[in-house]
């Protein structure tokens, strides 16, 4: 297979593929006389697991983990679900985070009148001032 046809295969981009390849995540292909990389199903299967575990928000070296673990026979699925509740812990604190900033941006958002006037207590409060007063800052 050659770089588009697996491209149209994963989902990903050619571009990505060269990046992950040069970034050492998946297994390099082989190299034809004439220079273009050649893949088989098992570069596919590295790029699959790559891309689905990009979208469930595994970092790039976490992915590289991934791959090398998929490409060790010997590997224990323990490590692998260890690995996957301690993202899932990583983002429930990130949604914890998110509900946070977002509880915060709509009190700002309910302290400011939203009218014609300058005075803007959200600005005010970003800007972590009190208030201004007659143009003069407080």
Same mark, same amino acid.
Do not use: W
């Given at each position: 297979?050659?770089?588009?046809?697996?491209?149209?295969?994963?989902?990903l981009t050619s571009k990505a593929i060269r990046f992950y390849e040069e970034k050492g995540i998946v297994t390099p292909p082989l190299r034809s006389e004439n220079g273009y990389r050649s893949y088989n199903p098992h570069h596919v299967e590295e790029l699959?697991?790559?891309?689905?575990?990009?979208?469930?928000?595994?970092?790039?070296?976490?992915?590289?983990?991934?791959?090398? %673990?998929?490409?060790?026979? @010997? /590997?224990?699925? &323990?490590?692998?679900? !260890?690995?996957?509740?301690?993202?899932?812990? +990583?983002?429930?604190?990130?949604?914890?985070? %998110?509900?946070?900033?977002? @509880? /915060?941006?709509? &009190?700002?958002?309910? !302290?400011?009148?939203?009218?014609?006037?300058? +005075?803007?207590?959200?600005?005010?409060?970003?800007?972590?001032?009190?208030?201004?007063?007659?143009?003069?800052?407080?």
């Amino acid at each position: 297979m050659n770089i588009s046809d697996v491209a149209k295969t994963t989902g990903l981009t050619s571009k990505a593929i060269r990046f992950y390849e040069e970034k050492g995540i998946v297994t390099p292909p082989l190299r034809s006389e004439n220079g273009y990389r050649s893949y088989n199903p098992h570069h596919v299967e590295e790029l699959n697991l790559l891309r689905q575990a990009r979208q469930v928000g595994f970092t790039l070296d976490e992915c590289r983990e991934l791959v090398t %673990l998929f490409n060790d026979p @010997a /590997r224990h699925s &323990a490590d692998v679900k !260890a690995r996957t509740l301690q993202k899932a812990d +990583e983002i429930a604190v990130h949604i914890e985070e %998110l509900h946070a900033m977002r @509880a /915060r941006l709509l &009190a700002l958002a309910e !302290a400011c009148p939203g009218d014609d006037g300058a +005075e803007c207590p959200i600005i005010n409060n970003l800007a972590g001032c009190c208030h201004h007063s007659e143009g003069k800052r407080g």
